[in-house]
């Protein structure tokens, strides 16, 4: 490498860790990593996106972390989910608790292969 050249920088962050590489990655002006070329956010609670170029979320279909919400406590989800207030929210939190009792792939459990979803950008192409 050229002392000119920069390295490639591909930021990961699982559950809160995501939300914490968010947090830096959504800076204004000289706050915002300019040299990323890729992001992956796995479990991000809420499932929060920053919208970066390259930004990559990988969520379990039945993470319960990802799915959570404090608006749930009094606005129904869409869909044909049965709601009812607080009592849902209870019940959400209640999979949250559980959600690392479940097999890699499923819940709040991600496995090595998460890593296979982040595609790398080079800067030079």
Avoid: F, I, K
Avoid at 69 to 89: E, K
């Amino acid at each position: 490498m050229l002392v000119h050249e920069r390295p490639e920088v591909h930021v990961v962050g699982e559950s809160l860790g995501a939300t914490a590489g968010q947090a830096v990655s959504s800076g204004s002006g000289a706050e915002r990593p300019r040299s990323v070329c890729s992001v992956l956010w796995t479990g991000t609670p809420g499932g929060h996106r920053v919208g970066l170029p390259h930004e990559v979320p990988v969520a379990n279909l039945d993470d319960p972390v990802v799915l959570a919400s404090l608006r749930d406590v009094v606005v129904p989800p869409d869909g044909d989910r049965r709601w009812l207030p607080v009592v849902s929210a209870v019940h959400s939190a209640a999979d949250v608790v559980g959600s690392l009792e479940v097999p890699d792939g499923s819940g709040h459990r991600y496995g090595p292969e998460q890593a296979d979803r982040l595609a790398t950008y080079s800067s030079t192409s």
